[in-house]
């Protein structure tokens, strides 16, 4: 079994219970901090729900947080392409296509058909991330990650990246997003100096917590993403250069 698979093969009764667990005991195992504004307003403009309340601090926050949608990065510039001559999600251009005569008709039914079509729990490949929002624990002793990582991370993960910034050699994590691109995976440190915006780490099932990644502060990462009406605007854009 790959490593990746055996990091996510849990049943849903047990993850369910799992976080159940953690939302009940989080306040007393960290120290917590007052979500930013910036933050909270990000994740419910993606679509996040929280089942609490929106009076939140940053680790139960994240940990209480439910979407029932997927999360597409914004198109960048690469030294191959524009952000603007790309498709905002793979695959929405023939979705035009095959729906132009609606949006000639119905610009909002169009609209309201594609928001539907693209902002659900879709196994579709079209690069999209998933939430996870669950705690990573490997070197945290009597819970179900240390007694399956802990020979990993301490034979062949290399922290040092996560550590020059915290100073923790054994930190505990929240797995925020898991994903088709590269890296595959994303993660905050809660031993991060800076709690209250920290740093998003990313590593790859290949090689897993063995090469990671800065990926700068939350409130940055969690803007790559597209809202709904960020999606909009892009596709009228490209509608525009279509009718044209």
């Not at 539907?116 to 690069?127: R, V, W």
């Not at 050699?169 to 797995?175: A, Q």
């Not at 994303?186 to 800076?194: A, E, K, V």
Request: proline share 4%; hydrophobic share 35%; with cysteine.
């Amino acid at each position: 079994m790959s490593i990746f698979k055996k990091f996510i093969k849990k049943t849903e009764k047990a993850v369910v219970t799992e976080k159940e667990e953690i939302r009940e005991k989080s306040d007393q195992i960290y120290s917590d901090v007052e979500m930013k504004e910036e933050i909270l307003n990000r994740l419910v403009a993606l679509g996040g729900t929280f089942t609490k309340g929106r009076d939140k601090t940053l680790i139960s926050g994240l940990l209480d947080v439910t979407f029932d949608t997927v999360f597409y990065p914004k198109p960048e510039d690469t030294p191959w392409s524009k952000a603007d001559e790309t498709e905002p999600i793979y695959g929405v251009s023939e979705f035009i296509k095959e729906n132009h005569g609606l949006y000639r008709e119905n610009k909002s039914e169009f609209y309201d058909k594609m928001i539907k079509y693209y902002f659900c729990l879709t196994e579709g490949g079209q690069g999209q991330d998933f939430w996870e929002g669950t705690l990573f624990t490997p070197f945290k002793k009597k819970t179900a990650d240390h007694g399956e990582w802990i020979d990993w991370f301490e034979t062949e993960a290399d922290l040092s990246i996560i550590t020059q910034l915290t100073k923790d050699e054994k930190p505990d994590f929240i797995r925020l997003f898991h994903g088709c691109g590269f890296p595959d995976q994303y993660y905050i440190c809660l031993s991060d100096p800076n709690l209250n915006d920290p740093t998003v780490f990313g590593t790859d099932h290949e090689e897993f917590f063995v090469e990671i990644s800065n990926h700068g502060k939350l409130s940055d990462f969690l803007n790559r993403y597209m809202d709904q009406n960020e999606l909009i605007n892009l596709v009228e854009m490209m509608m525009e250069k279509f009718e044209g």
